[in-house]
């Protein structure tokens, strides 16, 4: 039996702001229970709690419901980009029939035999690029490189293996683990070919993949996440047009604020 469907909340900022707050039940950190690209958004079952992201998405992207192996954990479950979406071997076939039948028809779906089955904790990526645990099977890889469509470079994030749980990356930019120095961000910048900023989400949570998901014109942010955190956010994925001054101010604010 499926679990109880899930209760999606949310607080909208004001007009001019591009991130959307938002809560699972009484859980802040979203992007567990979602993944969001350029071509589709996809949600842990199916809930009327869920118009959130409907509201803010139906008119660009499909928005489907869906699990991974009878869970509601999706986000940290799959991987995907525009081009594609990568399941663990846990799905079942009919979990994989339905993705397939509801994403849209240029969308690979591919399952994965890996060991390392929680695929959104091991996998960030973008349209063009991924970061990968560095202990992921050449096999995953190719399969990644060929689903995908992307370049995969073996890397950690501030000494974490975990590369999906400790960033967000859409096409624009990527926020990473607060920790991560300068050396190592400018080393992951020049990867990508995306600016980066390290900073936090859900009031000061290092869990950057687990607190918000994005694409490039839009993000969901946790509840908790502090307007300092949401404005560093908006920048670097060029949510809104903000001078570099507003930057360091904001990066202030935060330290305030989390002191």
């Known amino acids: 039996l499926l679990p ?12 001019s702001t591009m991130a959307v707050r938002a809560r699972f039940e009484d859980n802040a950190d979203i992007g567990v229970f979602g993944t969001l690209t350029n071509s589709y958004c996809l949600l842990g079952f199916q809930s009327e709690h869920y118009k959130v992201f409907e509201n803010e998405l139906a008119d660009t992207l499909p928005v489907v419901y869906a699990s991974i192996a009878d869970t509601r954990i999706i986000g940290r479950m799959v991987a995907g980009n525009k081009n594609g979406l990568l399941v663990p071997n846990s799905a079942t076939d009919q979990e ?42 050449r096999e995953t890889e ?39 120095t300068e050396e190592d961000k400018n080393e992951l910048a020049s990867l990508l070919q995306i600016p980066l900023i390290a900073s936090t989400v859900n009031r000061g949570s290092e869990v950057i993949g687990a607190g918000m998901m994005a694409n490039d014109w839009t993000a969901f942010v946790g509840l908790q996440t502090t307007a300092p955190e949401i ?16 930057i360091v101010s904001d990066r202030r604010a935060l330290i305030d604020e989390l002191l």
């Open 96 to 137: 994989l029939m339905h993705l397939r039948n509801s994403l849209p028809d240029e969308v690979v779906v591919q399952r994965v035999e890996e060991r390392l089955s929680a695929l959104g904790n091991v996998i960030a990526c973008n349209d063009y690029n991924a970061l990968v645990h560095p202990d992921i099977d």
């Open 231 to 246: 404005a560093r956010i908006e920048s670097i994925f060029k949510l809104q047009d903000r001078a570099p001054s507003d």
């Open 142 to 180: 190719e399969i990644i490189r060929d689903t995908l469509g992307v370049e995969v470079f073996r890397q950690t994030i501030a000494g974490e293996m975990l590369v999906g749980s400790y960033c967000c990356l859409t096409n624009k930019g990527g926020v990473v683990h607060p920790q991560t």
């Open 4 to 15: 109880p469907p899930p209760t999606f909340s949310s607080s909208l900022n004001d007009s």
